[in-house]
């Protein structure tokens, strides 16, 4: 009897299980395959316009901007390590010139009720509006194609940080402000230990979408400029390079999950256990 | 105001009210309903509740008072009123022959969710307090402060551990170490053990009681528990059910100190007030039962 038993288990241990992830894993590489494989199929047998590339010109053409990123002969022919370069750069100006708007600027109106009920409708009005929308309007108060971007991306990405900071500053936990009050703790003071590392999460959470907004607005920022990630796109299709657009779509993508993840990182850290 | 010297003049009519440090006078509260005629427009009304109601209460120094009742008795109002975090609707508070206006130090609040900072460490906990009642006190002091009452709560070697890294039990440790480190003149305690499981309730029990003996402080103590009252209070106040809870009645605990939770029942006329504890809740919450039911 047992016996049998040790030999059922010693017969399960032996054949192959798979872990989630090393199913997800392999579920992933299927996918990855069966979309390339119909790309070329597709491309090959002129399903597509002639412009579009087969998937192994591209994985060709991809490697070879991935393998040289540093190469500068002239404004419209440069390696994708300075286009990102460029582009990261305005991302994070636009994005701090948000962000020290938005979070002074959510702190003041999340210690107020009245102003950040008061508020709030703009708030909601201006968050789903598309950057391209803002351009005209950036072009005409700034006057300047690098100051327009800089506007673009700032006030598109401004949003989500100052309705967070505003939300987490507003709804700090009643016990930390009694505690506050017990001790006989100054507004100065209870400001600065209890409400702000209290909000310190959902801010940080803001900004992290924020930087998120700010990275995708860079495609339609850099139209009226040049150099930079979002510039070669516009100028990769006038050349109609397909392959060296679905290089940069996947750069992008790729730089964004970075950023992300790092914010994540500063997310956990801020957070302690409590919800973020 | 002017006290005249009560040595020379006629004595005080109550020579409780002299004494006491703590006086509760007339309190009540109530939660006014919304009746303005623009709530009228709007079909918006609610009724005034009286949470409590002309609540007369005489603590002397240096006891342990528990303060026990039903449910939504308005035990919590009462002692967020002494803290100083509700005003009262009717009454005055006055402690050490002063007043209460608002939350102050001199009144050390434990909470029953232990309200610790979660960005602050065990040491940084204290250090908060202590910083925020003695602004002046030197760093070294402060942190020898904070040292000395994480040592007496037992919680050495955890002062550099995050609340979320505590269990329940350590945390109302720090809770309560934090109110005893700013040197209050009464500590206030919330059912500062209603979110542990018994095991550890009764160990903090003991870890207050002992405590309490190297102390000696005045303890305002809510609580639901019956034991827990018989084994830390000279006395017990029993409230009655809400709407407008009352003081059923003050019990003496002659209990010898230091007591044991062992020997508890062999203390003489354990049993009697244990017996008057149980009859009084049960028909308290019986009653607050029924009158649920008729709401509906």
């Known amino acids: ?276 | 105001m002017h006290f005249p010297d009560s040595s020379t003049m006629t004595p005080p009519l109550n020579p409780d009210i002299a004494a006491a440090q703590l006086l509760i006078q007339n309190v009540s509260k109530v939660y006014y309903g919304r009746q303005t005629w623009v709530d009228k427009l709007l079909k918006q009304t609610s009724q005034d509740f009286v949470a409590i109601a002309d609540i007369n209460l005489q603590i002397a120094s240096n006891t342990f008072v528990s303060i026990i009742g039903p449910s939504g008795c308005g035990k919590s109002t009462l002692l967020n009123i002494i803290a100083g975090l509700l005003r009262p609707s009717t009454g005055s508070i006055i402690l050490n022959g002063e007043p209460i206006k608002g939350p102050g130090p001199d009144r050390g609040v434990v909470f029953q969710n232990y309200a610790l900072m979660p960005w602050m460490n065990v040491a940084e906990n204290l250090r908060f307090a202590i910083e925020t009642v003695y602004p002046n006190m030197p760093l070294v002091q402060q942190k020898s402060i904070v040292h000395e009452y994480i040592d007496l709560v037992g919680l050495s070697g955890a002062e550099h551990k995050h609340p979320h890294e505590l269990s329940g039990g350590m945390k109302q440790r720090v809770g309560i170490a934090r109110a005893l480190a700013i040197n209050p003149e009464i500590l206030l305690m919330d059912e500062p053990f209603g979110a542990l499981d018994a095991l550890t309730r009764g160990f903090l029990q003991d870890e207050v009681a002992r405590i309490w003996e190297q102390q000696r402080k005045t303890v305002i103590l809510i609580t639901h528990s019956i034991e827990e009252a018989l084994l830390l209070s000279d006395q017990i106040v029993m409230m009655t059910r809400g709407p407008a809870a009352k003081i059923a009645e003050v019990l003496n605990i002659p209990f010898p100190r230091p007591r044991k939770r062992e020997e508890l029942d062999q203390y003489s006329h354990y049993h009697e007030l244990k017996a008057a504890l149980e009859q009084h809740l049960s028909r308290e919450t019986r009653a607050v039962e029924e009158a649920r039911i008729r709401r509906k």
Do not use: C, H
């Open chain 1, 1 to 276: 009897m047992t016996n049998n038993v040790l030999q059922v288990t010693t017969t399960r241990a032996r054949s192959v299980t798979l872990t989630t992830n090393q199913k997800s894993f392999l579920l992933f590489l299927i996918l990855l395959i069966t979309f390339l494989g119909g790309w070329e199929l597709g491309a090959r047998m002129g399903g597509f316009l002639p412009i579009m590339p087969s998937a192994s010109q591209t994985i060709k053409d991809f490697w070879f901007w991935v393998s040289n990123p540093f190469f500068d002969y002239g404004p419209n022919d440069q390696g994708i390590g300075w286009l990102l370069l460029t582009s990261l750069r305005r991302v994070l100006t636009g994005f701090l010139i948000g962000s020290a708007i938005a979070v002074p600027l959510g702190i003041l109106l999340g210690l107020s009720r009245v102003a950040a009920r008061a508020v709030d409708p703009f708030i909601q009005v201006l968050r789903p509006v598309s950057p391209l929308a803002w351009l005209p309007l950036g072009l005409a108060l700034m006057k300047d194609s690098e100051k327009t971007a800089l506007f673009v991306i700032a006030i598109t990405s401004i949003w989500p940080t100052l309705s967070n900071t505003i939300f987490g500053v507003s709804n700090v936990d009643p016990a930390y402000l009694n505690v506050a009050r017990t001790l006989g703790a100054s507004r100065w003071r209870t400001i600065r230990k209890v409400i702000l590392p209290a909000a310190a999460p959902s801010i940080v959470a803001g900004l992290r979408i924020s930087l998120g907004i700010a990275w995708l607005v860079i495609v339609a920022a850099e139209i009226l400029l040049s150099g930079g990630i979002g510039y070669f796109i516009w100028n990769e299709w006038n050349n109609l390079k397909i392959t060296s657009i679905i290089t940069a779509i996947l750069i992008i993508g790729l730089v964004g999950l970075v950023m992300d993840r790092l914010f994540g990182l500063l997310q956990t850290k801020v957070s302690f256990g409590q919800r973020s």
